[in-house]
C-alpha cells in the first residue's frame, strides 16, 4: 500500500516536471501567445490553492468556503513586506522567498485562531462560518490605511491624509486601492517551485501517522474518538496548514500584480477553488492539480470563439461532472478498470 502511495506521488510530481519542460519548450520556441504568458503564475498560483483546499475538504472531510480570506492574508502581508524591504533586499529570488515565508505564517495564524472555535461545528454551519471570515477580511483590508515615514509606520481607519506623515512619508495600504508598487518577482519557476513544495507537504501529511487519523476521523467521528483521537486537534493541524499553503499563494499571486486589491479575493475565489477541488476528485490530489490547470487555461484558449467560449467552457464543467461523478460512470469505471489493474498486478488470473 505504501509503495503504491508512493508511486501515485511520483506520478504526480512527474506530471508537474513534465508540464514545466514542455511550458519551457515553448517559451523558448516562441510558441506561446503574450496571454498564455500571463497566465503561467496565476495556474501555478490556483493549482497551490486547490490542493491546499482538498486537504481541507477531500482529506479532512470538512467544507470551507473561507480560503480565499487565507488567500488574501498572505498576499497583503507578502506585498506589505516586500513594500518595506524593497530598498534593503534587492535580491528578487531571496525577497520573494522570504515573502511567501511570511504570507504563510501570517495565513497559518489566522488559521489557526479562526480554527479553534470554528472547527467545532460540521457541514452547513462550518461553511457559512468559513464564508463569513473570508468576507471580513476582505472588508477589513478595505478600511485600513498604512504609511510609513522617517519616525515610523502610521496607521488610520479613515483615510490617507489622516496618516498625519511627514513630506518624505510613503502610503503603503491605501484602504480599497490597496497596496501598488509590489516588486513584480514572480516567475513561473517559483511557481512550480511552491507547487513541489505544497505536493511534498501535503503527501506526506497524507502518508503519515497525522494524515491517517485525520482521515479516519473524515470517515468515522465516533469510532476515531473511541479510541483515543483528538478530533479537534487533527482537524485544526489539517486547517492551519491547508491557510498556510494558501497564504503562500496569496504571496506568489500578490508578486504578479502591480496592484493588489482585496476585492480580488472574493467569495467567487474560494467557490472557484472548490470548482478544482470537485471536478478534480475530492480527495485526490492529482485531480486537483489537472483540474487547475485546465480550468485556469480553458477560458483564454476559447476566447477566439467570442461568444461562444463561456457555453463551450459550462457545457465541458457540466461533462467533467458527469464523467467523474454519475453513480453508472463510476461503477463501469470501477469494473472495467479496476479489472484491468488487479489483472496487470497479477491478483486476477
Known amino acids: 500500500m505504501r509503495a503504491k502511495k508512493r508511486k501515485n ?3 504526480t510530481y512527474g506530471i508537474v516536471l513534465a508540464g514545466f519542460i514542455i511550458v519551457q519548450a515553448l517559451l523558448s520556441a516562441g510558441r506561446l501567445s503574450s496571454l498564455m504568458k ?19 475538504v477531500g482529506i479532512s472531510g470538512e467544507l470551507s468556503l473561507g480560503h480565499a480570506g487565507f488567500m488574501c492574508v498572505g498576499a497583503f502581508s507578502g506585498a506589505f513586506f516586500s513594500k518595506c524591504v524593497s ?14 515565508a511570511v504570507g504563510a505564517a501570517a495565513a497559518a495564524l489566522f488559521g489557526f485562531l479562526i480554527g479553534i472555535p470554528v472547527l467545532r461545528l460540521k457541514g452547513d454551519y462550518l461553511a457559512i462560518v468559513t464564508l463569513a471570515f473570508g468576507e471580513i477580511i476582505k472588508n477589513v483590508m478595505n478600511i485600513f490605511y498604512i504609511g510609513r515615514d522617517s519616525a515610523g509606520f502610521h496607521l488610520s481607519v479613515k483615510d490617507q491624509f489622516s496618516l498625519g506623515m511627514a513630506p518624505d512619508g510613503e502610503v503603503l495600504l491605501s484602504g480599497p486601492m490597496g497596496i501598488t508598487g509590489t516588486p513584480k518577482d514572480a516567475t513561473f519557476l517559483a511557481g512550480i517551485i511552491l507547487i513541489f513544495v505544497t505536493l511534498f507537504i501535503v503527501q506526506n501529511l497524507i502518508d503519515s501517522r497525522d494524515g491517517r487519523a485525520i482521515m479516519a476521523i473524515r470517515d468515522n467521528r465516533i469510532a476515531a474518538e473511541s479510541i483515543g ?3 479537534t486537534h487533527y482537524k485544526l493541524m489539517a486547517f492551519t496548514i491547508s491557510a498556510a499553503l494558501a497564504g503562500s499563494a496569496g504571496a506568489l499571486y500578490a508578486h504578479n500584480l502591480a496592484t ?3 476585492k480580488k479575493f ?8 472548490l470548482v478544482f477541488v470537485v471536478l478534480g476528485g475530492i480527495g485526490n490530489i492529482r485531480g486537483s492539480v489537472i483540474a487547475a490547470v485546465v480550468l485556469t487555461a480553458l477560458p483564454e484558449m476559447l476566447r ?21 461523478w454519475a453513480p453508472k460512470v463510476l461503477a463501469w469505471r470501477e469494473r472495467h478498470f479496476g479489472r484491468f489493474l488487479r489483472r496487470k498486478s497479477g491478483e486476477v488470473g
Not at 38 to 49: A, D, R, S, T, W
Open 266 to 273: 472574493d467569495y467567487n475565489t474560494s467557490i472557484l477553488a
Open 260 to 262: 493588489l486589491q482585496a
Open 87 to 100: 530598498s534593503v533586499i534587492t535580491f528578487a529570488p531571496l525577497r520573494l522567498t522570504m515573502a511567501i
Open 9 to 11: 506521488s511520483l506520478i
Open 229 to 231: 483521537l483528538k478530533v
Open 38 to 56: 500571463g497566465l503561467l503564475v496565476p495556474i501555478c498560483v490556483y493549482v497551490v490553492l486547490a490542493v491546499s483546499l482538498n486537504l481541507v
Open 304 to 324: 477566439g470563439l467570442s461568444n461562444y467560449r463561456m457555453l463551450i467552457y459550462s457545457i465541458i464543467l457540466i461533462a467533467m461532472m458527469l464523467f467523474n
